[in-house]
């Protein structure tokens, strides 16, 4: 049908745009394109709880199969699209296939970063952490006293190694950085984060790249690293990063930069076409960014469905996310994109505390460790547009709560 809303991505920014249309009444016939052969599900639990074992996966479904029947939403499974032809506004299916379009909107996520092979990348034993898929095959290697390197101290890493060190594994995490949490927190938070695993037995070497993923029988068996050692390894897990799928687009003539390139309603360089989620290159400020999070993927989705429908308002994003690690919570509000000065305050609890984030004077993000108090009053001041009190920010003694007035 000329009128069908397509969306390309059974993730959550999918699966949030087609929910939030029929919200909104929209009459429209909607199809969901996945490429997975699941109905669409919560992504970070399956690095936490269900990689644990302490969730099923029927608990990750974001609606159950007959939710989609009911509300005249058309859900492809192992649905691949080759092509997109804008003129005739048709895709091209890998099976030869075609449908037509009205909006197509392109939620087709992102890409864990892989080794190349001349690394070592191609052994088996080597794994990404990204789907479903992902974490059924990590879950097989998780048995206590195997040697797992993680390569990679970002958030993902991190997660994983506490994942690992609670199933009792021997974990290695590797940075090339002069220190973890290089590219998205500031050294404190990355301090009290280092200090957290090292206490739970994680060995962390930072400044540490590999030189080469070394195997017997094509499997994984040892980890040569660029300080010119070399450790035993049972498999490995690599968290070096993402990249956005953006290839169909590109293909198609789309603007692409560090990710598909939308307006503030989320419309590609096509007015017919919408990009969200981790896919998506928004506006931000006086720059433009990609936010990999579920909040992002959820709010944009939203937002686009309610321009699709007809509305007018653009989005503004308020980022927010978090990060479970053993019995860690980090909490984070806002953005920290060119923080210049952070102030780091204790929190009530023991081990807990916050760094909160100023760039040219104005506060825009705050990371809370365990100290909720901190997490939603920095939040709710970014909400509000609002600058803290330098004076009662600095004092340990003072209460957050005078912050917002």
């Known amino acids: 049908m000329a009128d069908r809303v397509v969306i390309i991505g059974g993730g959550q920014a999918g699966f949030s745009l087609a929910a939030k249309l029929r919200a909104l009444k929209d009459p429209r016939p909607i199809t969901i394109l996945s490429a997975e052969d699941v109905a ?13 074992g302490e969730m099923e996966f029927a608990r990750l479904l974001l609606r159950p199969l007959d939710w989609y029947a009911q509300n005249d939403v058309e859900l492809r499974l192992s649905a691949f699209v080759e092509q997109i032809d804008r003129d005739a506004r048709r895709l091209r299916m890998q099976d030869g296939s075609t449908l037509d379009y009205g909006v197509l909107v392109l939620a087709t996520g992102a890409t864990p970063r892989t ?55 021997e974990v290695t995490v590797i940075e090339m950085a002069d220190r973890i949490l290089k590219r ?47 450790i035993k390894v049972d498999f490995v897990i690599v968290g070096i990063g993402v990249s956005a799928n953006a290839e169909l687009a590109q293909l198609a003539g789309l603007d692409v930069g560090n990710g598909i390139a939308v307006d503030a309603f989320s419309r590609t360089s096509d007015p017919q076409i919408f990009a969200v989620g981790d896919c998506a290159e928004l506006p931000w400020e006086d720059g433009r960014v990609r936010l990999e999070s579920v909040q ?12 699709i429908a007809g509305g007018a ?39 807990s505390l916050s760094v909160w984030y100023f760039r040219q004077g104005r506060f825009i993000a705050v990371d809370a460790i365990n100290d909720a108090k901190a997490y939603v009053t920095g939040k709710k001041l970014l909400e509000s547009d609002l600058q803290p009190d330098r004076l009662i920010l600095a004092d340990p003694a003072a209460d957050l709560k005078q912050l917002l007035g």
């Open 40 to 52: 669409p599900y919560q992504r970070p639990p399956l690095s936490k709880k269900y990689l644990l």
């Open 115 to 169: 080794l190349p092979a001349a690394l070592g990348g191609d052994l088996s034993g080597v794994y990404v952490m990204r789907d479903k898929r992902d974490a059924d095959r990590l879950a097989e290697e998780m048995r206590p006293g195997r040697r797992v390197l993680i390569i990679g101290g970002g958030y993902i890493g991190l997660e994983a190694a506490a994942v690992a060190r609670h199933k009792g594994l």
């Open 184 to 230: 998205v927190a500031a050294k404190e938070t990355a301090d009290a984060m280092r200090d957290i695993h090292q206490r739970h037995g994680v060995s962390i070497r930072e400044s540490t790249g590999l030189r080469r993923l070394l195997g017997h029988e094509g499997h994984v068996v040892a980890a040569e690293l660029a300080d010119e050692t070399t």
């Open 296 to 307: 992002n993927a959820v709010d944009q989705a939203e937002a686009a469905a309610s321009a």
């Open 313 to 351: 308002d653009a989005y503004r994003p308020k980022p927010w996310f978090w990060s479970d690690q053993y019995d860690v919570k980090l909490q984070i509000a806002g953005f920290n994109l060119g923080y210049d000065e952070t102030v780091t305050r204790p929190g009530s609890r023991e081990g």
